[in-house]
């Protein structure tokens, strides 16, 4: 007796919904790609425009007597391995007037202990006002040696609360938030706060470039060489951060529709920050959402206002090399996008919110919100459906070089912006490796990447709302 396992012809509706399918993963690929490259446009167009002062002396005649003075804020939870050399960095700014303020936030481990024995700090007291909210604040720590720093020593409330209890605590039109595990290079500083000099009545806020500390030396709190790391995990995020921060954040800038400021490193006015009530308790996307309230204040309340982002200035800041920390860190960041914008949706394409409505929020719902699940699901049913004879080969492969193609190109793009604006890497080396690397990271990371963002849209599905274990190394590892 003979089988016959021939697969029957599909019917015609059944190949005309596969083709459906696939023209809906391909035109939402288009789409992410003409997105893209007019980011990339404009990012080309903004630092033409606005081209990087290559010495910190040129930028200190210019604009050292104008500088307004500056609160930086820094948070810290369980950072005993990094908080010395950090708090270091930030001592070591060239500014003309600053104050640094490091929030310990109720750590469980060595972090206040070791500041007090570093920089020979003692209780002190200090008047704080309530402009916004934050939990207990059990003391401060100060020492006439070092007049400068001020530690602030609270109970636990998470990083949006501790910013909050910074807010309170400073004493200047501006306030700086990064984060404790991060190192300023010294001019930063100087270099972020040109658009509050240029134009003061307008500039409520500016962000600075993000960069990955892993591989590099770094000597009393400094970077002192800088370096590829051997990691690829830690590789690959170097060429994701220079797509966001060189082009992405560069780009919306320009089209003044900005939507975040990485808590990483940003410099904010305070009286508008605490128009709007300070950091948001109980969300993890706490810097994403704050640039979201300040634009619906000034919207709301027609009046101008600019919020930048400067390409220059570089926080320098320890990314997780395992699989299971990078894990968790994204998806925490595909959930805080979602909080976000499930918060302010009514700003979606509305013409009152003007750019940020249309072109700022456009980009969270192709990116953020529609982005991984279209993709993933273009990897899942086009090959799927091509294996069962529903889907003609062009489709597969028009497919596939969408995905692919686009973005090896706008990588390789933003390594030349790069290489012709801020010269960061010394080597021509290591520009080839990081361009090998924006190829390879098609092959398996990107896929990756899209299953940890699917995890972050099912905890934001779960309502959870823990912030996840980030084990550090700390920088005298790296």
């Known amino acids: 007796m003979i089988f016959d396992f021939a697969i029957p012809e599909p019917a015609e509706w059944?190949?005309?919904s596969a083709e459906a399918i696939a023209l809906v993963a391909i035109v939402a690929g288009?789409?992410?790609?003409?997105?893209?490259?007019?980011?990339?446009?404009?990012?080309?167009?903004?630092?033409?425009?606005?081209?990087?002062?290559?010495r910190s002396a040129t930028l200190w005649r210019r604009y050292s007597e104008q500088a307004p003075a500056i609160s930086v804020l820094a948070p810290a939870f369980n950072e005993e391995l990094t908080i010395v050399e950090s708090t270091r960095s930030l001592l070591a700014l060239q500014y003309p007037d600053f104050e640094v303020i490091v929030i310990n936030d109720g750590s469980k481990d060595g972090t206040l202990a070791r500041l007090i024995a570093e920089f020979g700090l003692e209780q002190v007291d200090r008047f704080v006002d309530r402009s916004v909210e934050h939990v207990p604040i059990r003391g401060f720590y100060a020492s006439s040696r070092l007049p400068r720093l001020l530690v602030v020593d609270k109970e636990n409330g998470g990083k949006a609360d501790a910013l909050n209890a910074g807010i309170n605590c400073s004493r200047t039109a501006l306030f700086c938030a990064i984060d404790a595990?991060?190192?300023?290079?010294?001019?930063?500083?100087?270099?972020?706060?040109?658009?509050?000099?240029?134009?003061?009545?307008?500039t409520i806020a500016a962000g600075g470039t993000i960069r990955i500390a892993n591989g590099c030396k770094v000597d009393?709190?400094?970077?002192?060489?800088?370096k590829l790391p051997r990691n690829f995990l830690a590789l690959v995020q170097i060429v994701e951060y220079l797509r966001a921060f060189l082009m992405a954040r560069v780009g919306l800038a320009k089209m003044q529709a900005l939507?975040?400021?990485?808590?990483?490193?940003?410099?904010?006015?305070?009286r508008q920050v605490v128009e709007v009530g300070g950091y948001s308790h109980g969300t993890v996307g706490e810097d994403m959402e704050l640039v979201l309230k300040l634009h619906r204040l000034m919207r709301e309340a027609k009046r101008d206002y600019r919020i930048n982002f400067i390409a220059e200035p570089v926080c320098w800041t320890e990314c997780p090399d395992t699989l299971s920390v990078l894990g968790r860190q994204r998806a925490r960041w595909q959930r805080g996008a979602l909080e976000c914008f499930v918060k302010h949706k009514d700003m979606l394409f509305n013409p009152r919110y003007g750019r940020i409505g249309i072109v700022g929020f456009g980009h969270i719902l192709l990116?953020?919100?529609?982005?991984?699940?279209?993709?993933?699901?273009?990897?899942?049913?086009?090959?799927l459906l091509w294996a069962l004879g529903l889907l003609a080969l062009p489709w597969l492969l028009a497919f596939l070089a969408v995905t692919f193609m686009f973005g090896v190109s706008l990588s390789i793009a933003t390594l030349v912006l790069e290489e012709i604006q801020l010269r960061r890497f010394p080597k021509a080396r290591e520009l080839a490796v990081l361009a090998v690397i924006a190829v390879l990271e098609n092959f398996g990371y990107r896929q990756l990447s899209n299953l940890w963002r699917l995890q972050g849209w099912w905890q934001f599905i779960r309502k959870q709302q823990s912030w996840g274990t980030m084990t550090r190394k700390g920088f005298s590892a790296t």
């Open 220 to 226: 009393s709190g400094r970077i002192s060489d800088i």
């Open 181 to 202: 595990d991060s190192i300023l290079e010294s001019d930063a500083l100087l270099r972020v706060v040109r658009p509050f000099i240029d134009e003061p009545d307008l």
């Open 367 to 383: 990116i953020d919100v529609l982005g991984p699940l279209l993709e993933v699901l273009g990897y899942i049913l086009v090959p």
């Open 30 to 54: 288009l789409l992410q790609i003409v997105f893209y490259f007019v980011l990339l446009l404009y990012a080309g167009a903004a630092l033409g425009t606005r081209p990087p002062v290559p």
């Open 259 to 270: 939507t975040v400021i990485s808590g990483a490193f940003g410099l904010f006015r305070r």
């Open 14 to 16: 059944m190949v005309a």
